[in-house]
């Protein structure tokens, strides 16, 4: 049984740093892709991160490039996403996703897993 755990939102000033966690359980890295989708008040959900079951590749949605990482510690069944100079635009749920990837998806990131989420709210 798939099972998907975040945790780590919280409350942070616009352009701090905030990292959450997704402890995972019923599948490998190597079978599953492992990533984030977000939900901001009043709007849909939205891809932000993904590492690839094929490879380890990451992928980034453009909103988020060059300020989120997402990494992995295999010891601990956990991924991470490192959010840095965050802005007010990126409050939201922020929900952990597992699945086999998707072929001819803009996002083929596998996403049929969905945890509960975790708030992270950007606000001075």
């Known amino acids: 049984q798939v099972q998907l755990v975040e945790s780590g939102g919280g409350l942070v000033q616009p352009g701090g740093s905030l990292r959450i966690s997704c402890e995972f359980s019923g599948f490998t890295l190597d079978d599953y892709d492992i990533g984030w989708f977000r939900q901001a008040p009043g709007k849909g959900r939205e891809e932000v991160a993904c590492i690839s079951s094929r490879g380890g590749r990451s992928m980034y949605a453009d909103s988020v490039k060059g300020r989120f990482t997402m990494s992995r510690d295999y010891a601990k069944n956990t991924v991470y996403l490192q959010m840095d100079s965050l802005k007010l635009s990126d409050t939201a749920i922020y929900y952990c996703?597992?699945?086999?990837?998707?072929?001819?998806?803009?996002?083929?990131?596998?996403?049929?897993?969905w945890g509960q989420g975790t708030q992270v709210t950007v606000s001075s």
């Open positions: 996703t597992s699945g086999w990837p998707l072929v001819g998806s803009a996002w083929p990131c596998g996403r049929e897993h």
